[in-house]
C-alpha cells in the first residue's frame, strides 16, 4: 500500500511540476503571484474580446430580426393591398357579367314579342344598312362634329343681332304710328 501511495505522491508531483512549467509566465522556473496576475490579466483580455464579439453578435440578429419583421409586414401589407384590389376587380366582373345577362335578358324578351315576319324584314335592311354606313366620311363627320360649337356661337349670335334688328323695326314702327 506505501508503495502504491508513493507512487500516487510521484504522480501528483510530477503533475504539480509539469503545471508549474506551463503555467510559469514570467519564466522565472516557479509558479508565483506574479504568474497569476498575468494569466489573470490575459483570461480577462480574453473575456472582454469576447464580450465584444458577442455584443455585436447581439447587435447583428437585433438588426436582423427587426429588418425580418419590417419585410414581413411589407410583404403583408403587399398581399393585403394585392387581396383588395382583387375583391375590387372581382366585384367589377361580377357587376359587368349581371349588366350582361341583364341585357341577354331584354334581347330575349325583346326578340320573342317580335313577330317574326318584322324579324326577317328587320334583317333584310340590315345589310343596306351598313352598305349605308360604310360610305360615311368619318373625317369629315369629326371635322364637323369639332366645328359644331363655333358654329352654335355664330348662330346664337346671329340670332341675337337679328332680334336687335327686330326690336329696332318694332320701335321704328311705333314712332311713326303703325
Known amino acids: 500500500m506505501e508503495n502504491v501511495n508513493a507512487k500516487m505522491d510521484e ?6 511540476d509539469d503545471l508549474a512549467r506551463s503555467n510559469d509566465e514570467n519564466r522565472d522556473g516557479k509558479l508565483d503571484a506574479a504568474d497569476l496576475k498575468a494569466q489573470l490579466n490575459r483570461i480577462e483580455a480574453q473575456l472582454e474580446l469576447q464580450d465584444r464579439q458577442n455584443r455585436g453578435i447581439i447587435a447583428n440578429q437585433r438588426k436582423r430580426m427587426i429588418l425580418s419583421v419590417v419585410l414581413v409586414v411589407v410583404i403583408l401589407a403587399a398581399l393585403a393591398f394585392f387581396g383588395w384590389r382583387m375583391n375590387i376587380a372581382y366585384n367589377n366582373v361580377m357587376d359587368a357579367c349581371s349588366h350582361v345577362n341583364d341585357l341577354a335578358d331584354t334581347v330575349n324578351t325583346s326578340l320573342a314579342t317580335l ?9 333584310q335592311d340590315l345589310p343596306e344598312i351598313t352598305d349605308q354606313l360604310k360610305k360615311i366620311d368619318v373625317d369629315a363627320l369629326n ?17 341675337s343681332q337679328v332680334q336687335s334688328i327686330v326690336n329696332l323695326f318694332s320701335g321704328l314702327s311705333s314712332v311713326f304710328g303703325r
Open 143 to 159: 371635322n364637323a362634329l369639332t366645328q359644331l360649337p363655333a358654329l352654335m356661337d355664330t348662330v346664337n349670335s346671329l340670332q
Open 11 to 16: 504522480q501528483l508531483k510530477a503533475r504539480v
Open 115 to 123: 313577330d317574326q315576319s318584322e324579324l326577317d324584314a328587320m334583317m
